[in-house]
């Protein structure tokens, strides 16, 4: 069987019905050793999805967030064909707690990037899919990045603070550049918010490959302007790799190319 967008939307709204919704506000999260977040509501979500993902495409191995390490690294090093990458439920501390932002995350690696992507956000039943060179969609609509100018001052701000490295912190926290900040919690969203429209500026500090790998194919898939740094050295990190990497991106070239130069960030943009 070959995998499709629309044939995982399915995939992934049927796992968030068994997995994720039936617990939802009445459940209690615990801390994992590297001090995220973990409910059985991510472990089932990850089973679920797995045990479907074996049936309809065989012989695709499968990365995990709820994986230990060196089962992520073997997946990684050994897939020479391709590989599924999940996170069953990114915003988890949000899920324990009650805030309506959290998702499922699926993405197909062929050749070392992602090239299929799909997004559930079960609450609003929003799901953003996206497969390279052919565009990215909510719902079955087309959707791209809307600014409302090239103006920064314009534009609304998805920034993540806790995780960015000092210097930055303190140079974003003086900025006054953007309209407005806001931060969702959730990764995966966050990118396809993006690339609906919903804001125009983004800066986040420590994603991992779970977290992004479908979200950023759809934000560029529908117009954004995206890269990701090394958080240490701020180099860009073109890999895939299990590494957290610092992510910026806009809605388009121009308007990334200013939130760099605000940010005083040297960013290689074609």
Not at 23 to 34: C, E, L, P, S, V
Request: proline share 6%; net charge negative.
């Amino acid at each position: 069987m070959t995998a499709e967008p629309n044939h995982l939307a399915r995939l992934l709204r049927d796992t968030a019905a068994a997995a994720i919704l039936p617990n939802w506000q009445g459940i209690t999260a615990r801390h994992k050793a590297d001090g995220s977040f973990v409910t059985e509501s991510d472990l089932a979500a990850q089973r679920h999805l797995s045990a479907a993902l074996a049936r309809d495409f065989p012989g695709i191995p499968l990365l995990g967030e709820e994986m230990t390490r060196a089962e992520q690294e073997r997946l990684l090093q050994s897939a020479d064909k391709a590989l599924w990458v999940v996170d069953p439920l990114d915003g988890t501390s949000n899920y324990a707690a009650g805030f309506p932002a959290f998702s499922i995350s699926l993405a197909l690696i062929e050749g070392g990037r992602p090239v299929l992507g799909a997004i559930l956000d079960p609450v609003r039943d929003e799901c953003f899919v996206a497969a390279r060179g052919q565009g990215a969609f909510l719902n079955g609509r087309p959707i791209r990045c809307v600014a409302p100018s090239q103006s920064l001052r314009d534009c609304l701000a998805m920034v993540d603070l806790k995780r960015l490295p000092p210097e930055l912190l303190r140079t974003v926290t003086r900025q006054t550049c953007f309209s407005s900040q806001r931060y969702l919690g959730s990764v995966a969203l966050e990118w396809c918010w993006l690339a609906a429209g919903r804001f125009q500026l983004y800066l986040h500090g420590g994603q991992k490959l779970w977290d992004y790998a479908a979200g950023r194919l759809i934000a560029d898939e529908a117009g954004a302007a995206a890269r990701h740094l090394i958080p240490d050295s701020l180099e860009l990190s073109p890999a895939i790799t299990l590494e957290p990497r610092l992510a910026i991106a806009a809605a388009n070239a121009e308007l990334l190319r200013a939130w760099s130069d605000c940010l005083a960030l040297a960013v290689a943009i074609d």
